[in-house]
């Protein structure tokens, strides 16, 4: 069973690349054995759970992964690493970081804690930058996420099939894919409404996150968001249904032509949907 994440991505062209990442992501694009994205996410969730179960349990990879998701559109080949090991050594230290020092030494071991801790000091003293290309939410899709997409790029696969720019997508799954330009234009609208009608509140700052985090990147990368394995806890009725994407951009254009009451209902039809959703978390 998938874990119950959803996946923000970037995708950046090959030649965003310095030469010897080109090289490698070009011959893995070839190799017939690298993971396909129909079955991508089980062997990342595989791969973590290994870890895990092992004695004592590996918070992170011994080495980062080779891996990547990749697309090819117009014969331009994009490329999104999985970044296993940044990814597990972010997470774990926001891990050990939101609860006291005792319940944490009780999931990991303390010398496995500061072994890993250790790590990954060394690895920021030779590394300038800690970009990561994929964001990870798990039991519910963030609402600044859905800002910089259109409802007109929304994917939805009810069964597996083959679809124009989208390799094998597994059954059942919901994505947006969209231009770096066309993400960091929507983001920069969606700030001025907001600074501009509603002020600095916490979603104020949760955009203003995304689009800093976009910035970063090759700008004419791709961005995705990929439900991921929330599909799992949403029926095809629901699935069908849900048009969170439109229902924020109607949000954010009746703030800013001044129907407040058609904002409200838009924002709040979007977090009330997650919010159900996020529920199960804590489910029995």
């Known amino acids: ?21 080109r090289l490698a992501w070009a011959r893995y694009a070839q190799n017939p054995e690298r993971p396909r994205r129909a079955g991508a996410l089980e062997v990342e969730h595989e791969e973590s759970v290994r870890r895990i179960l092992r004695v004592p349990p590996f918070p992170a990879p011994s ?5 990547a998701y990749l697309r090819r559109v117009d014969d331009v080949l994009y490329v999104c690493p999985w970044q296993s ?20 030494d009780r999931f990991v071991p303390t010398s496995v804690a500061e072994r890993t801790a250790d790590e990954f000091d060394a690895f920021k003293r030779g590394e300038p930058s800690l970009r990561m290309h994929i964001r990870t939410s798990t039991w519910h899709v963030p609402t600044p996420w859905f800002v910089p997409f259109d409802s007109a790029e929304r994917w939805l696969v009810l069964r597996g099939e083959e679809s124009e720019g989208i390799t094998m997508a597994p059954a059942r799954n919901m994505l947006y894919v969209t231009s770096m330009a066309q993400a960091r234009k929507r983001v920069a609208r969606a700030l001025v409404v907001i600074r501009r009608h509603v002020g600095e509140v916490d979603t104020l700052t949760d955009v203003e996150d995304v689009g800093r985090w976009l910035e970063e990147f090759h700008p004419h990368s791709l961005v ?10 949403m029926d095809d009725e629901t699935l069908q249904a849900d048009q969170s994407v439109a229902e924020l951009a109607a949000a954010l254009t009746g703030l800013d032509n001044g129907q ?3 904002a409200f209902a838009m924002y709040q039809r979007v977090i009330l949907r997650w919010r159900s959703i996020q529920s199960l978390e804590s489910a029995n």
């Open 63 to 67: 080495a980062e992964s080779r891996n």
């Open 85 to 104: 090991r940044l990814r597990s050594w972010l997470a774990f230290a926001t891990f050990r970081g939101s609860m006291p020092v005792k319940l944490a």
């Open 224 to 233: 995705e968001l990929d439900y991921g394995g929330l599909v799992h806890l």
């Open 1 to 21: 069973m998938l874990p119950y994440a959803a996946y923000l991505r970037v995708y950046e062209p090959l030649n965003a690349f310095p030469e010897q990442d």
């Open 260 to 262: 407040e009451e058609l």
